[in-house]
């Protein structure tokens, strides 16, 4: 079994930054990367950012690319969302995911709201 938990959201207003924090526990073993979905009302669940375990390479969505800077800490099995320059469109649920193996673990999600 694995656990993630998730912390860092909350409110702010335009061009203010969120870091965001997703700990995992449990059979982590495996662990190949770490990202971060979110979902806005009404819309599907979107990529945001992801990083391999190996060598920390990265990648962003075009619509972050620039503002936001994902980061992990293999020893503590965190993976991190720094977010800056928010814009209301970022207000969404945000989800970290875990790639272990062939299996996708998911976060319960953490409530950003961004006000204009």
């Known amino acids: 079994q694995v656990q993630l938990v998730e912390s860092g959201g909350g409110l702010v207003q335009a061009g203010g930054s969120l870091r965001l924090s997703c700990a995992a526990s449990?059979?982590?073993?495996?662990?190949?990367?770490m990202g971060w979905f979110r979902q806005a009302p009404g819309k599907e669940r979107e990529f945001v950012a992801r990083?391999?375990?190996?060598?920390?390479?990265?990648v962003y969505a075009d619509s972050v690319k620039g503002r936001f800077t994902i980061s992990g800490d293999n020893a503590k099995n965190t993976v991190y969302l720094q977010m800056n320059s928010l814009k209301p469109e970022d207000t969404a649920v945000y989800y970290c995911?875990?790639?272990?193996?062939?299996?996708?673990?998911w976060g319960q999600g953490t409530q950003v709201t961004v006000s204009s």
């Open positions: 449990g059979r982590t073993f495996g662990t190949y990367a």
């Open positions: 990083i391999w375990w190996s060598g920390g390479s990265t």
């Open positions: 995911n875990f790639r272990i193996m062939a299996n996708d673990y």
